[in-house]
Each structure stands twice: as structure tokens, then as C-alpha cells.
């Protein structure tokens, strides 16, 4: 039986969530599906999706669960819960959780799945909204190699680049790379635009002559490019944002690892949530540092 | 008489220099050049240029000078000082300034250039030494419209993205964006790379996944690559950014603008000429953050 005919489970379907399980449907799996708000799995349903009242149900009914949920708190609910998928699915079971979460969380459920004779793979995304949509996302795989490589025909119905980073965790470990990444390059964005704009420059000509040299990055080119229209609408949220780089601190202290700009970054950005800008897209840090400035 | 008859005076003949000159020269300049140390003349000289003992003698026989020096102190000694550029060179002279400087100091360039009746612009450039070899720098240029549009000719031949930012000082406000960009860019580079090094991934791989969404930069693709191979030669050096983010963070001061970010990746650039690192290339800030965690 190839993996594409099996039953797979699929937990978690906001924005992300919703366009990654229509890949695998479209692609010919039959999908057992739960969310907390119910109506958010619709467009899946009417696609043939089987609506579940629990992650119980969608677990007693899948091979392969698929999760992608909000804060690790809620991972370890769905997973490793009462009415969670390994109290409730049969052995051999296969789970995949996406979410961006903690390493050492994604550690305990491979091994209490494999005290149960199942099988969990950490596989945090990047890409965002549209990579979710496209297929395009890339996809950082922690877990077994076996395990890894059954369910490898379905992470490339949801993107495009998908590695297999190492063991249970490594998945995580490499989107928190992302996300340290991202938060110095944002660091040094929005520093850059605040001085160019306070100079009296026009930020799109700065960006069209620092982008695209040694100073180049998708956050300048992109995020840049919105903070010189005023636009701040959220690709990626900073209350989401807030909660990824507690994560990379909290295991990077648990490896006796400094890392003081990802600090610095997120003391700014915890001081955004402290204005009220959670729900405003990363670039928002810029309105941090303006409002600092008083310009 | 077209730009490029004139005679074209060239005064620091450095790696950078050599090949802007060059350019000039080939395009069919009339070159007067003078360097500190001579002998890194002679590459131009072979070409036809004609080798001058001071700033002085080149100021005298130029229509149009070009400096790319150290530090603002030498471009303050070359072009304001007793044997430097204005005060030997004819009225309607114009002076291009391409070292990285501050934005004061091209103020007050223009200005005691305007009252000898002659012409000042600031150009810095960035793209290194290759994109001065190959003639595809980016010329970031202060300045009054008449002055840069005469001079725009001869930028054409040295640099394939040249845009006017603005008055006096608008060149090097420019190239200030573009360090501090770099500045914040570089310190998520070696946070995340230091990260995924101590979670025991494999750097090249992560940088395969994280390099080319969200989080990329020419920063993690090109030097991150390197740090990947503990290879710290310089492209350019600790000790030339220091000096640039120094000068940012002066002129940030004077327009009361506070960039902490830019002041703790300065501090850590400090800390590596502590360490005796300032003639690596500015990725050796990964060997920086590797000593404070003994990673």
C-alpha cells in the first residue's frame, strides 16, 4: 500500500494548516480532520475530508497524523493528552507535528510514541502563508530516518525543499536557526530604514541601493519595502514571533548558549506586544524603534 | 569637451582604487594618480597614468578628482589639508569623494568647495573588491544635480547601480544604512549558525533550508557559506567595519537617534579587534560568540 492511499489525520487547519491538508487531499489521501473552531475545516470537508469531534477520532482513524497547532502547551494537549492521538491511536501509527514548537517537547513525544510502537517526526515549516498555498514550503524534518522517508511523499505534496535535519528535534533546532536568523536581520532593518528615513532619505531608493548587494535580504526586500509604504498587516505575526524566539531562548540556555542579539531582539519586540502590536506583522518592530526615537 | 576627455585626478590607489581607476583609464581618461605608498601605482602608470608625488600636483593637473582613502582624517588631510586637493587645484575643479566618511565631513567638503568656486559630491560604493573589478559597484552619491550629472559618466563606468540620494552628506547617509543593515544581518548570521552548531547540525545543510526564504541574506549565503568552512579570510575586514559602524553611530548620535543594535554589534566588532581578530573578514564574529560561549 503506498503512503499517499492511507488514511492520514490532520489537526489543526488555520491558514497554515487548512492549504498543507488540501495538497495531500487533492493529492488523493482520504483526511480525517479536527480544529478547534469546526468551521475552519469547511473548505476541507467539501473537498471530502472526514470532520472529527476530536483528536481522539481522527487519531483512531488515521495512519499518519498530521499537527499543526498554535503553542507547544497546545502540541502536548493534542499529542500526548487524555483524548490526544497516541492515547488513542492504533500501534504503527505515524505522527507528524508542524508546529512550530519546542525540541525538547518534539524529543518526549518520539519517545513515548515509541514506547507505544508508534513513530513521531518534528517538521516545523517555513514559507509562510503563500509557500503554505503554493507547496512550496521548506520543511525541517527531525525524527528517524525509516520514519522520515515513509512519510517523505507526503511532505513534497506541501513543499519544496524538505531535509531531514537529524534526530528527534533537529527539525525544531533548524526553525529555531530560522528564527534567530530572522530576528538579527530584522534588528537590522528596521535600524537601517529608521536612520535613512531620519537622514531625510526616500526609503524605497535606499532599498533599491542596499538590497541588492552585501546588505541584500528577503526581510529588507520585502518587509523594507512595506515599512517604506506604511504598511504594517501582518504576513507573519509578531505575537507569534514573540512566542518562536522564547522558544530558541529558553534552548539555547538549556545548552549554556548566549546568544545576546536574539535577547535584544526579543526584549523589542516583547516591548511591541507591551504597545499593542501583536497582531501587526513583524515589520512592526519598526514603529517600536520609531516611537523609542519619538520619530 | 566630453566628461571623458577630461583629466581625472585618482588619489588612493588601494585594492578598491586600483580597479575603479582602471576603469577610468581604459574608458579613455587621462589619469593623474597618487598614492601613499607609490608602488601600487604601478598598474595605472603601465596603463598611461601619470604618477604624481602629492595630492597637491594631482589637484593641479585635474579637472575632476576622485579620492578613496582610509580614514575621514585622510580624506580631511587630501582634500582640505595645505598639500591637498583645494586648496592647489583650479576654480571649477570638482572633487568626488569614494572612501566610506562621514556625512559631516562631505558637509563641509562641499562647502569650502563651494567658496573656491569649485564642486564637491560624496560617492561611497559598496560591492568590494570584485564588484570594483568588474565595474558593478553600487555608487551611493551626495550632492548638487548639475555636479552629479556631469560626473555621472565617469560613476557609469565604475558602477552599474548609481543613484543620487540627496544633497551633501545624502551618499554617505546612504552607505551608513548599508553597514547598519549589514550590522544587525550579520549578528542573526552567526547567532543562528552558533545555534544549529551547538544543536550538532550539519551548517551547511541548515543553510540550504534557511537560506533562501525568510530569513535570507547575501550575509548567511555568502559568508555564512565560509563560516561553514572556518574559513575568516577577509572580504572585508573587522577593522574597516568597525570604523564604519563607529562613524554610523556619530551621526546617529547628532540626529538624537538611538540604534542599540547597531551599538552592541559595534561593541562585539570591538571585542574582536580585542582578540586580535581585526584582519579577519567581518564572518569572524562567529569566532567571537564561539570564545564567549567556549563553543
Known amino acids: ?37 469546526a468551521e475552519k475545516t469547511k473548505e476541507l470537508t467539501e473537498l471530502g475530508a472526514t470532520l472529527c469531534s476530536s483528536p481522539a477520532e481522527v487519531a483512531a482513524n488515521s495512519d499518519v497524523v498530521f499537527t499543526i497547532v498554535g503553542f507547544p502547551q497546545d502540541v502536548e494537549e493534542v499529542i500526548l493528552g487524555e483524548n490526544g492521538v497516541i492515547a488513542n491511536a492504533k500501534e504503527g501509527t505515524i505522527i507528524v507535528d508542524m508546529t512550530t514548537s519546542t525540541p525538547s517537547l518534539a524529543k518526549r513525544i518520539a519517545e513515548v510514541a515509541a514506547s507505544k510502537s508508534m513513530a513521531a517526526l518534528d517538521a516545523p515549516v517555513s514559507g509562510g502563508d503563500l509557500g503554505a498555498r503554493e507547496g512550496t514550503l521548506a520543511i525541517m524534518v527531525g525524527g528517524d530516518l525509516v520514519t522520515y522517508e515513509t512519510v517523505l511523499p507526503l511532505f513534497e505534496m506541501m513543499g519544496k525543499n524538505v531535509q531531514r535535519m537529524g534526530e528527534s528535534g533537529a527539525g525544531q533546532h533548524c526553525k529555531m536557526a530560522n528564527q534567530i536568523l530572522i530576528a538579527g536581520t530584522m534588528i537590522g532593518t528596521v535600524e537601517s530604514l529608521l536612520y535613512a528615513a531620519k537622514a531625510g532619505m526616500d526609503l524605497d531608493q535606499v532599498i533599491d541601493v542596499i538590497g541588492s548587494g552585501a546588505a541584500g535580504s528577503w526581510s529588507i526586500n520585502n518587509l523594507g519595502r512595506r515599512i517604506a509604504k506604511k504598511d504594517f498587516d501582518p504576513g507573519f505575526f509578531i505575537k507569534h514571533f514573540v512566542k518562536d524566539m522564547g522558544i530558541a531562548l529558553e534552548e539555547a540556555a538549556k545548552m549554556n548558549l548566549a546568544l545576546p542579539g536574539l535577547a535584544m531582539a526579543n526584549q523589542f519586540y516583547v516591548a511591541a506586544k507591551a504597545q499593542g502590536l501583536e497582531n501587526l506583522g513583524t515589520q512592526g518592530l519598526y514603529k517600536v524603534f520609531a516611537t523609542m526615537n519619538q520619530a
Do not use: D, E, P, Q
Open 1 to 37: 500500500m503506498s503512503i499517499t492511499s492511507k488514511r492520514i489525520g490532520w489537526i489543526g487547519t488555520g491558514v497554515m494548516g487548512k492549504s498543507m491538508c488540501k495538497h495531500l487531499i487533492t493529492s488523493g489521501c482520504t483526511a480525517f480532520v479536527y480544529n478547534r473552531s
